[in-house]
């Protein structure tokens, strides 16, 4: 099970911080991806982290603006969202990818998914 939080309503240039905690430590051996969807569009991804914190990707909408990180040993892992912009508003989820060996920034590879976050960012 996975429980998101830290949503909420932001003006525009501002901060956020996203987290993900994981019912079970088998997580912690695996990839965590972080996507959204926004009203009437499907649902996108955002950035995914390897198992030991190794390797990050970003969608080229969070590069620069986002951080992805995880704290294996509280089963956490974490979006901090700066510079937020409208087009950001969106439930964020963060979702498992049952390997080690590599990420993806596809929503079909993912295994296990939390209920989302809903951020909300005004102009």
């Known amino acids: 099970q996975l429980v998101e939080s830290g949503g909420g309503l932001v003006q525009a240039g501002g901060s956020l911080r996203l987290s993900c905690v994981a019912s079970?430590?088998?997580?912690?051996?695996?990839?965590i991806g972080w996507f959204r969807q926004a009203p009437g569009k499907e649902r996108e991804f955002v950035a995914y982290?390897?198992?030991?914190?190794?390797?990050?990707y970003y969608a080229d909408s969070a590069k620069g603006r986002f951080t992805i990180s995880r704290d294996n040993a509280k089963n956490m892992v974490y979006l901090q969202m700066n510079s937020l912009k409208p087009e950001d508003t969106a439930v964020y989820y963060c979702?498992?990818?049952?390997?080690?060996?590599?990420?993806?920034?596809?929503?079909?590879?993912?295994?296990?998914w939390g209920q989302g976050t809903l951020v909300t960012v005004s102009s």
């Open positions: 079970t430590r088998t997580f912690n051996s695996y990839v």
């Open positions: 979702a498992v990818y049952r390997t080690w060996e590599v990420g993806s920034a596809h929503a079909s590879a993912y295994h296990y």
């Open positions: 982290i390897m198992w030991n914190s190794v390797s990050t």
